[in-house]
């Protein structure tokens, strides 16, 4: 059973820092990555790394960093220079033949 499992939620002052965590379970994914959805607003793409080959979303660009260990399956997150607009519940995505999984979502809450 294919499954991604996020940590690393929480409350951090504006400029501040996270790691968000996802590990997978069940298969190895070449395509991974992270979005967001803000209250009222839609799901939005924030980072993808497809083998060793990343991508950001403008609004992330030189903040976020995504990385990966191919070995034990996980996909991280770094997120640096911190802003409220940053608020949102951040979710696991990966893809495989045809098919995308997500993961449960967690919260990341950027206020003083």
């Known amino acids: 059973q294919v499954q991604l499992v996020e940590s690393g939620g929480g409350l951090v002052q504006p400029g501040g820092s996270l790691r968000l965590s996802c590990a997978a379970s069940g298969i190895i994914f070449n395509t991974m990555g992270w979005f967001r959805q803000a209250p009222g607003k839609e799901r939005e793409l924030v980072a993808t790394i497809i083998t060793s080959s990343t991508k950001y979303a403008d609004s992330v660009k030189g903040r976020f960093t995504i990385s990966r260990d191919m070995v034990k399956k996980t996909v991280s997150l770094q997120m640096n220079s911190l802003k409220p607009e940053d608020t949102a519940v951040y979710y696991c995505?990966?893809?495989?033949?045809?098919?995308?999984?997500w993961g449960q979502g967690t919260q990341v809450t950027v206020s003083s």
């Open positions: 995505w990966a893809y495989s033949n045809g098919r995308n999984y």
